[in-house]
């Protein structure tokens, strides 16, 4: 075989894998202060998002943060859930007085904060600050 045909066989079958293996979606997880203040202090993305099971808003956010956050660019973002019913002492520290609430850190800095929102694109916008 060529060397052409080496090569276009090899970006054939990296293109096969990657079809089959998407690029990694943001990384979202229940929240813990010391996993929370690990995602600040790297520097990178963070998004808290304070919801509860019973709240129609929330719902209506997830299908659209988990669009958003399959997004390539947000390969790197860290998502935080934090359960509005139980855990008080972080909305306390958070200041924050609703469910369906997401908070966009750039680091170790607040960027942007939203309640109610089910929006896309202003959802999308509020993403995009922490990058």
């Known amino acids: 075989m060529s060397q052409r045909r080496t090569v276009l066989a ?4 990296v293109g096969a894998l990657l079809a089959m293996h998407p ?10 202060p010391q996993a929370f203040a690990a995602a600040q202090a790297a520097g990178g993305p963070v998004l808290v998002h304070v919801t509860a099971p019973w ?9 659209i943060l988990a669009e ?14 934090v359960d ?7 909305l ?11 908070i966009a850190y750039k680091g ?9 929102d089910t929006d896309r694109d202003s959802i999308a916008a509020l993403l995009a600050k922490t990058l």
């Open 108 to 116: 170790q800095t607040e960027v942007a904060r939203s309640t109610g």
């Open 10 to 13: 090899a970006l054939a079958a």
């Open 92 to 102: 306390r520290t958070l200041g924050v007085r609703q469910q369906s609430t997401l």
């Open 55 to 63: 709240c129609p808003t929330c719902k209506a956010q997830q299908p």
């Open 23 to 32: 690029a990694r979606a943001a990384e979202r997880v229940a929240f813990e």
């Open 68 to 81: 958003l956050e399959s997004a390539p660019q947000y390969s790197g973002l860290a998502v935080f859930d």
């Open 84 to 90: 509005f019913d139980s855990q008080k002492d972080v």
